[in-house]
C-alpha cells in the first residue's frame, strides 16, 4: 500500500524513534509499504518517521542511479536500527540533495564521504561495511531522519533565511506533489 509522506513541519518528523525488535507488529508490512511507497514517489531512499512511524527503519534502492554511478548497481537495502559513525578527519562533499518530506526544494548540503554502517536487515542478519560515495551521502540523510533531523538543518544559516516561506507553506501543506502527503495541522481551541 502506497503511504502518505508526511511534510516539513510534522511532528513525526521531530519525535525520538525507538529501536526495532523482531517481535514489531506488523513490520513485514511496513517494510513492504515503505518499499511501494517510495517508488511511486520516485524516491531512492525513505525513513519511517516520513511515513508516520517512529521506529528506527529505512530502506535505500539506489539502483536507479547505475547508469551514471555504475557502482550503485544492485544496492538497495533494509537498514533496521542503523547505526552510522563517522570519522572528522574524513573530507566532506557538497551536493545537492531533495527529500520527499520537502517538495519542491534542493539545496547544498555536506556529508562525510565516507562513513562505517552497522545495520541488521529485514531477516534479522547483522551487517557491518564501510561505505562511501553516493550511497554514504544517501545512507546519511535517510538516517538523518532517525535522529530527527532533516536535510535543510544542516544548510547554512543564510540559505534556511532565504527558503523559509517555502518551508513554511510546506508545512501548511500549500504545496503541489504528484503523491499523497500529510501536514500537521494544529486542533483550534
Request: charge should be negative; include cysteine; hydrophobic fraction near 35%.
Amino acid at each position: 500500500m502506497v503511504l502518505p509522506i508526511y511534510l516539513y513541519g510534522h511532528p513525526v518528523l521531530r519525535t525520538n524513534t525507538r529501536m526495532v525488535t523482531p517481535d514489531e507488529p506488523g513490520l513485514a508490512e511496513l517494510i513492504a509499504n515503505m518499499k511501494e511507497t517510495m517508488y511511486a514517489t520516485d524516491g531512492i531512499g525513505i525513513a519511517a518517521p516520513q511515513v508516520g512511524e517512529s521506529l528506527r527503519l529505512v530502506y535505500i534502492d539506489v539502483d536507479v542511479l547505475k547508469d551514471d554511478m555504475p557502482e550503485l548497481a544492485g544496492k538497495n537495502m533494509v537498514l533496521i536500527n542503523p547505526e552510522v559513525t563517522v570519522d572528522e578527519n574524513v573530507n566532506t562533499v557538497t551536493r545537492e540533495e531533495g527529500c520527499l518530506s520537502v517538495p519542491g526544494i534542493h539545496e547544498s548540503v555536506p556529508r562525510h564521504e565516507r562513513i562505517h554502517l552497522k545495520w541488521t536487515d529485514e531477516n534479522w542478519q547483522t551487517h557491518e561495511e564501510d561505505i562511501e560515495g553516493y550511497l554514504a551521502r544517501v545512507v546519511q540523510h535517510e538516517c538523518d531522519h532517525l535522529e530527527k533531523t532533516i536535510f535543510v538543518d544542516r544548510i547554512s544559516p543564510i540559505r534556511k533565511q532565504l527558503i523559509r516561506g517555502k518551508l513554511n507553506n510546506i508545512a501548511k501543506g500549500n504545496v503541489s506533489c504528484d503523491y499523497r502527503t500529510r501536514c500537521f495541522k494544529p486542533s483550534r481551541r
